[in-house]
């Protein structure tokens, strides 16, 4: 009996903090708007090469966002599932993230339940994708300009083909993705990655925290002065 309600206390528990963390997503303020991040991604996906596609996002993205951006962003290796991936991230936060993906050999897996829509548009090369939820057997394909949507919770097979550049934006509860990426980076013998990565992006914790705090400092002290 005991252990019954027990269990049934963490269930309730369980669901109590997933309805408050999906209240709080529902009424978030969101940094990036992704149409306009889709915008850039489609301009970025014309340039002629890869490397000038990953400079257009980069300088697309700080024509917007430069005070949330880091100041230097660099490569960093990505184990996402059996996916073998690097990722380029441009803006990470707790509730969102803006960044590009690539990988120079042919590389499959699944990328993973994610607690978050994303959106990617693929800049260079090829993505193909297989739904694990449906009961056809039918994949997709994307190229070079074309978009994708990978919703929250669900799940696919991806194939990223050699010399693939996608870029990529989300909305959700991402420290749920950390998780994903952790243990795949453990499990493949590469914590050293995991620490390297987060250690790179506390600073952009840092920067979008401090963002956050001065516009409530403002809000309120415009309505304390009366302009609102
Ligand atoms: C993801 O999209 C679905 C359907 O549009 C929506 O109901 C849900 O709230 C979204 N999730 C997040 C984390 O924004």
Known sequence: MTLISSKLRYLLLFYAAFQAIQYGLRWKHYDISPKQFKGIAAKAASAPTASQSISTLTSGMRSYYDPIMPRHIEWHAMQLGGLSLRIYPIIT??????????????????????WANTTCTVLKGKVSRFNDGTQDDTSEAFSSGMAFRHGQFESYVYNFEKDTFVACYGRGFLPFSSTVHCTSGISLG??????????????????????????????????ATGEL
């Open 93 to 114: 936060a707790f509730t969102e993230f803006a960044a590009a993906f690539s990988t120079p050999f042919p590389t499959s897996g699944r990328a993973g339940f994610h």
């Open 190 to 223: 590469e914590p050293l990655s995991v620490v390297k990565f987060y250690m790179s992006q506390v600073q952009n914790y840092w920067n979008m925290a401090s963002q956050t705090a001065s516009r409530i400092f403002n809000h309120y002290k415009a309505r």
